[in-house]
C-alpha cells in the first residue's frame, strides 16, 4: 500500500497547495505607517517652545505619517491645569457648601461638560465646580480634540486609544472615539468594553482596531468584525536599552516577517537618537521592499480547496502506522485520537505536524537520500499544516496553534521507535543487558539534555538562550530570513551521522537528535501569524546552511579520525 498511499499524498499536495493563495495575497508586507505616540512627544515640544504639530510636521520629513493619541485621566488635564481639583473638605474650608468626602474639579467648560456626562455617578454643580462622590483623578477624561482635528486637517493619520473602566459610560455623544481617529488601540491590558459591555463599546467604534504584539487583550475578538490591524511596539525602558540601530532592526524585523502594519514609536531622550532611529527604520523598510502608506485591514477567506488536505494527512498517517516496525496502527490510532481531543478544529494541523517529521526516517539510511526524503516529507507535512491552520483567526494571531511542545516532542520519541526493529523484545533485552560504558551514557546525557533545551527554548522569550546566540541571530537576520538554529543543528547531523562508519548506536543517537530539527520544520510553519513566504525562506536557509555545515563536520571527523588512528 506504500506506493499508493505515497501517490495519494502527492496528488493531495495540488490542491493544498491552491488553497494557500488566498492567503499569500492577503500576507504581502505593507504599506505601514509610522505612529508616533503624541504625549511622548509633548514633552519635547513643551521644551522647545513648539506646539506638538510642529514637531510632528519636522518628523514627517523622516517618515512619521501617524499619530496616535492616548486617552488622558483627569490627572494629567490637572496637571497641565486644564482642571483644578479638590477636596470637599478643602472647598467647605473655603466657605462653600460642598460635601465633605465628595471631590471637586473646574476648568475648561467643554471638558467640564463631558466630565459631567462621563461615568456612572451623581454629581452635583457648585457654582463653576463639578462634583463627584469618588476621587476620579486616574478616571479617563477623553483627548485633546483640538489637536487631534489638527494633526488630521494636516495630513497625519490619526488613532485613539480609549481606556476601559468600569465606572465610565459608553454613549455615543462622548468622544471616547472621536470622528476623526482611523483607528483605535486600547490602552491598557483589555478592550473596550470588557467584560459585560462589548456590544455597548462596539457600538462606539467604527474603525478598524490595532491587536498589539505581545499584549493579550480580553475582549479584543469582540472587535473581529471591525478589522484588526497588526500594531508593534517597543516596551520604552527597553528601548532606552538598545541603539537607535537596533530598536530600528527590531521594528523593520516586525513588518518584514511578521506583517505589521502600524509602527508604533516613542522618540529617544536627544534628538540627534531619534533622527537615527527613524533613518534606520526608513532605510530597513525601503531594503525591504515594503512601502510607507495608509494601512488596510487585510482579510481572506479560506479556500475550500484546504480540505483536501485531509487526504494527505491521512495518507501520512498510514504510512506512519505501515512504517513503525512496532505497533505502528495502534499508535497511528492513538496519534489520531490525541489530535481530535486535543487540538479540535486544529486536529488536522496537529496530525500533520506530529507524522511528518517521522515519515522519512522509517525508509532506508541511503546517506543523502535519507536526509533529501526526510526534508521532502516535511515540506509535504508543512503544507498540509498550512492548508488546514490557516484561518484569518491563526493568520492575525488571535488563535494560537495547539500543540506547539508536542510538535517537538512526539516525533523525536516515535523515530526513537522506529529504531526498535521488529524483534523489538530481543532489542529490549539486549538493551537491558548491554554493559554501560561512560561514553554511552554521556552521549545519553547530551541527548536528554538537548531534548530538554529544545522545549525550554521556545519563543522569542525563551529562558537560557545566551547572549552569543542573540548576537548571532541579530548578525544573521541582517544577511537573511533568519533560520531557526534547532533546524540548522538537524540538518547539520544527516550527513555526521550517515556518511561517517559509526557503530549503530551512534548512528541512531545522531538520527534522534536530527530529528528534533526536523520536527522544528513544522513548528515553524505553526506559527501562522509569520508569512508563509517568511516561514518557507527560513527553512530553506536552515536546510542550506545545516547541510553545509554538515558536509564540513564530516570533512572534520574524518582528519580527526585519520591523524588519532595514525
Given at each position: 500500500m506504500k506506493p499508493l498511499l505515497n501517490a495519494l499524498l502527492l496528488l493531495a499536495l495540488i490542491p493544498s497547495l491552491l488553497a494557500l493563495k488566498p492567503r499569500l495575497q492577503a500576507e504581502r508586507p505593507g504599506p505601514v505607517v509610522l505612529v508616533m505616540d503624541a504625549e511622548a512627544v509633548r514633552e519635547e515640544a513643551q521644551s522647545q517652545g513648539k506646539s506638538l504639530l510642529e514637531v510632528l510636521e519636522a518628523y514627517r520629513a523622516l517618515g512619521v505619517g501617524g499619530v496616535a493619541f492616548p486617552e488622558r485621566f483627569v490627572k494629567d488635564w490637572v496637571s497641565q491645569g486644564a482642571l483644578v481639583y479638590r477636596s470637599g473638605r478643602e472647598l467647605l474650608e473655603a466657605g462653600l457648601p460642598a460635601k465633605p468626602g465628595w471631590f471637586y474639579l473646574k476648568g475648561e467648560p467643554w471638558l467640564v461638560d463631558y466630565l459631567a456626562q462621563a461615568y456612572h455617578l451623581p454629581t452635583e454643580r457648585l457654582g463653576p465646580w463639578l462634583g463627584f462622590p469618588l476621587d476620579v483623578q486616574a478616571f479617563p477624561a477623553f483627548y485633546p480634540l483640538e489637536e487631534i482635528r489638527a494633526a488630521k486637517e494636516a495630513g497625519f493619520w490619526v488613532a485613539v486609544r480609549p481606556i476601559n473602566q468600569r465606572h465610565r459610560r459608553l454613549d455615543p455623544?462622548?468622544?471616547?472615539?472621536?470622528?476623526?481617529?482611523?483607528?483605535?488601540?486600547?490602552?491598557?491590558?483589555?478592550?473596550?468594553?470588557?467584560?459585560?459591555?462589548?456590544?455597548?463599546?462596539?457600538?462606539?467604534?467604527?474603525?478598524?482596531?490595532?491587536?498589539?504584539?505581545?499584549?493579550?487583550?480580553?475582549?479584543?475578538?469582540?472587535?473581529?468584525?471591525k478589522g484588526l490591524l497588526r500594531l508593534f511596539s517597543l516596551r520604552y525602558e527597553w528601548q532606552l536599552t538598545l541603539s537607535p540601530e537596533e530598536a530600528a532592526d527590531k521594528y523593520v524585523l516586525a513588518a518584514r516577517e511578521r506583517g505589521h502594519q502600524l509602527l508604533y514609536l516613542r522618540p529617544y531622550p536627544y534628538r540627534q537618537d531619534t533622527e537615527r532611529f527613524l533613518k534606520g527604520i526608513l532605510a530597513g523598510l525601503e531594503a525591504s521592499h515594503i512601502p510607507l502608506g495608509q494601512p488596510k485591514v487585510r482579510g481572506f477567506a479560506p479556500s475550500p480547496l484546504r480540505h483536501a488536505a485531509w487526504v494527505g494527512v491521512a495518507s501520512g498517517l498510514l504510512l506512519l502506522a505501515l512504517g513503525l516496525p512496532v505497533?505502528?496502527?495502534?499508535?497511528?490510532?492513538?496519534?489520531?485520537?490525541?489530535?481530535?481531543?486535543?487540538?479540535?478544529?486544529q486536529a488536522g494541523a496537529l496530525l500533520a505536524a506530529l507524522v511528518f517529521p517521522v515519515l522519512g526516517f522509517l525508509g532506508p539510511r541511503n546517506g543523502l537520500w535519507m536526509w533529501g526524503r526526510t526534508l521532502g516529507y516535511a515540506l509535504a507535512g508543512a503544507v498540509f499544516l498550512s492548508a488546514l491552520g490557516s484561518t484569518p483567526e491563526t493568520v492575525l494571531g488571535l488563535e494560537a496553534f495547539r500543540g506547539v511542545s508536542l510538535t517537538l516532542l512526539i516525533p523525536p520519541l516515535l523515530v526513537a521507535l522506529s529504531f526498535l526493529g521488529r524483534d523489538f523484545?530481543?532489542?529490549?533485552?539486549?538493551?537491558?543487558?548491554?554493559?554501560?560504558?561512560?561514553?554511552?551514557?554521556?552521549?545519553?546525557?547530551?541527548?536528554?539534555?538537548?531534548?530538554?533545551?529544545?522545549?525550554?527554548?521556545?519563543?522569542?522569550?525563551?529562558?537560557?538562550?545566551?547572549?552569543?546566540?542573540?548576537k548571532l541571530r541579530s548578525l544573521l537576520q541582517d544577511l537573511m530570513v533568519r533560520?531557526?538554529?534547532?533546524?540548522?543543528?538537524?540538518?547539520?547531523?544527516?550527513?555526521?551521522?550517515?556518511?561517517?562508519?559509526?557503530?549503530?548506536?551512534?548512528?541512531?543517537s545522531l538520527l534522534f537528535l536530527a530529528a528534533l530539527g526536523v520536527a522544528s520544520i513544522l513548528n515553524t510553519f505553526s506559527h501562522f501569524h509569520t508569512p508563509l513566504i517568511i516561514s518557507f525562506f527560513r527553512v530553506v536557509n536552515g536546510a542550506l546552511l545545516g547541510l553545509l555545515l554538515g558536509l564540513l563536520g564530516v570533512m572534520l571527523v574524518r582528519r580527526l579520525r585519520a591523524w588519532w588512528l595514525g
Open positions: 455623544s462622548l468622544p471616547i472615539v472621536p470622528q476623526e481617529a482611523e483607528a483605535v488601540a486600547f490602552a491598557g491590558l483589555e478592550a473596550l468594553g470588557h467584560p459585560y459591555r462589548l456590544e455597548e463599546a462596539k457600538a462606539l467604534v467604527p474603525v478598524p482596531v490595532a491587536l498589539i504584539e505581545g499584549t493579550p487583550q480580553p475582549g479584543l475578538t469582540a472587535y473581529r468584525e505497533y505502528g496502527p495502534l499508535v497511528a490510532f492513538f496519534l489520531l485520537l490525541l489530535a481530535l481531543g486535543y487540538a479540535g478544529s523484545r530481543d532489542t529490549l533485552t539486549r538493551l537491558f543487558h548491554h554493559p554501560l560504558r561512560l561514553g554511552e551514557v554521556a552521549l545519553a546525557a547530551l541527548a536528554l539534555l538537548l531534548l530538554v533545551l529544545a522545549l525550554l527554548r521556545r519563543g522569542n522569550e525563551a529562558p537560557l538562550v545566551p547572549e552569543l546566540e542573540l533560520p531557526r538554529f534547532k533546524e540548522v543543528f538537524g540538518h547539520a547531523l544527516f550527513p555526521l551521522a550517515l556518511l561517517l562508519p559509526w557503530p549503530r548506536w551512534v548512528q541512531n
